[in-house]
């Protein structure tokens, strides 16, 4: 009769052990779950912003293109200060 109870008692246990691995894995899984909302909600956030600021620099862009004013590159200069002034004359 022991060994009946004993097997019982194991197979008790077994289950109790295999509801509590179910539990965590449950547990586990929302998290996982939460996780996942939570950084499709950023990447929404951060793909909106994007939106905006391609929105901004466009806008941007045509003002810049219809403005009056233009802003040309500046090359470096090629001579020192000391040269280009060996080339001036200043007269009085």
């Not at 246990?13 to 586990?28: C, P």
């Not at 909106?48 to 403005?67: A, F, N, P, T, V």
């Amino acid at each position: 009769m022991t060994s009946r109870d004993d097997v019982a008692a194991s197979l008790e246990q077994l289950l109790e052990s295999l509801i509590k691995m179910v539990g965590r894995a449950n547990q586990n899984n929302d998290q996982l779950q939460k996780r996942m909302i939570e950084m499709t909600q950023n990447t929404e956030s951060l793909q909106k912003r994007i939106s905006q600021l391609e929105w901004i620099m466009k806008g941007q862009l045509k003002e810049r293109d219809y403005s009056p004013v233009r802003n040309y590159p500046t090359h470096p200069h090629t001579h020192s200060q000391s040269e280009i002034h060996d080339h001036i004359s200043v007269h009085f």
